[in-house]
Nanobody, 118 residues
Framework: VQLVESGGGLVESGGSLRLTCTVS????????MSWYRQAPGKERELVAA????????NYADSVKGRFTISRDNAKNTVTLQMNSLEPEDTAVYYC????????????WGQGTQVTVSS
């Protein structure tokens, strides 16, 4: 099982980044997918989630209207489009996959750093 995040980096406040999580080793369409983030000294928090098979989404209040999560079941990818980035969005972003039937089964990526300068 592999979840590989990409697309992180350094961006100025107000800029955009697009994170991609590419997965392998399990049946992607069976899994709810989420993005979490963890800033230094803070707990990991849910940023956005997209369910399977309905594709319904939910977002943390702090990112609503700025971030968009989507998934491509044919390509086994989930993306997080981040617009209007703020310094408070600086964190390591993690991809998570949770089995929609066996909810105790979940997998994590290694994380990708997003840094927003003011």
């Amino acid at each position: 099982v592999q979840l590989v995040e990409s697309g992180g980096g350094l961006v100025e406040s107000g800029g955009s980044l697009r994170l991609t999580c590419t997965v392998s080793g399990f049946t992607f369409s069976r899994y709810h997918m989420s993005w979490y983030r963890q800033a230094p000294g803070k707990e990991r928090e849910l940023v956005a989630a997209i369910s399977s098979p309905s594709g319904s989404t939910n977002y943390a209040d702090s990112v609503k209207g700025r971030f968009t999560i989507s998934r491509d079941n044919a390509k086994n990818t989930v993306t997080l489009q981040m617009n209007s980035l703020e310094p408070e969005d600086t964190a390591v972003y993690y991809c998570n996959a949770r089995d929609r039937i066996l909810s105790h089964v979940d997998y994590w990526g290694q994380g990708t750093q997003v840094t927003v300068s003011s």
